[in-house]
């Protein structure tokens, strides 16, 4: 499908925008693709600093297209579904590799593999009438891989009850747990979430880079492991150029001379 995700902007703050409406930008076979192969350009344009992710419509994103999943597995057999969910692992690791931060535009809904999908980001800005919910469960589906990044946002024992429950998140609720950064009035939300792009991407590109990796992988090391890599990760930005010259301004008391 020509045009199902849609890039603005070639530098600085570049927009995605998840463009099928009718299906609410479900993450059909086709999304997956598109939005996997636009990450994977965008990571490697050094000129491109912040990517906002957003959908087109009356939803963010509305999470697996279960039509085309029925259809396909007919097709193809119950291989098909292993291979749909490696597929859609791949697109959320891409996030996370990504070297410029990524912030979820959210509106309308974002459910299921929706909702996996601001997990994954690294910030979220929604409209404060938004929906989030891992609701597979009212259908018999336990949202198993949605799960991995939502319990790596929010508490165990709310992303449990949300797995069993197949209850909603307000937007204000997915700030005070975590899930998003700040919920904004609808009408605000573009503004918003632009103004927070512009923040990080002002800030020096390799700095921002270095840091959203040494984040995620700290995560995952024990204490004192995790302290012993960022102490080589700092060593290491402070060995740059662009470091050194903002040290040099602080001290000095002046804006830093960065080309």
């Given at each position: ?40 350009r965008?990571?490697?344009?050094p000129k491109?600093?912040?990517v ?60 299921a ?6 997990a ?23 949202c ?10 929010i ?37 918003a ?60 008391k002046?804006?830093?001379?960065w080309?």
């Open positions: 499908m020509v045009g199902i995700v849609v890039q603005e902007g070639t530098e600085g703050v570049v927009t995605l925008t998840m463009s099928s409406p009718k299906n609410l930008n479900a993450l059909s076979d086709e999304m997956i693709e598109a939005l996997t192969g636009s990450l994977l965008i990571g490697n344009d491109i600093r912040v906002i992710l957003r959908g087109e419509g009356k939803a963010f994103c509305a999470g697996h297209d279960l039509k085309q999943m029925t259809a396909r597995k007919e097709e193809r057999g119950d291989s098909y579904y292993a291979d749909l969910f490696q597929r859609c692992a791949k697109m959320v690791l891409t996030l996370r590799d990504l070297p410029q931060p990524v912030i979820a535009q959210v509106h309308g809904v974002a459910t593999a929706g909702c996996q999908l601001v994954s980001c690294d910030l979220a800005v929604a409209a404060d009438t938004t929906r989030f919910g891992v609701n597979g469960v009212n259908i018999g589906l336990f198993s891989t949605p799960m991995v990044a939502l319990s790596r946002n508490s165990r024992k709310k992303a449990f009850e949300l797995l069993t429950t197949g209850e909603f998140l307000t937007a204000a609720e997915a700030e005070t747990h975590g899930l998003i950064n700040h919920a904004v009035p609808e009408a605000e939300l573009a503004t979430t632009r103004e927070l792009a512009e923040k990080i991407a002002a800030k020096r590109g390799a700095v921002v880079k270095l840091g959203k990796e040494a984040f995620y992988k700290q995560l995952e090391l024990p204490l004192d492991k995790a302290y012993a890599y960022t102490g080589d990760v700092m060593a290491r930005n402070l060995a740059l150029d662009d470091t050194q010259e903002g040290i040099a301004a602080f001290l000095e002046r804006a830093p001379n080309d």
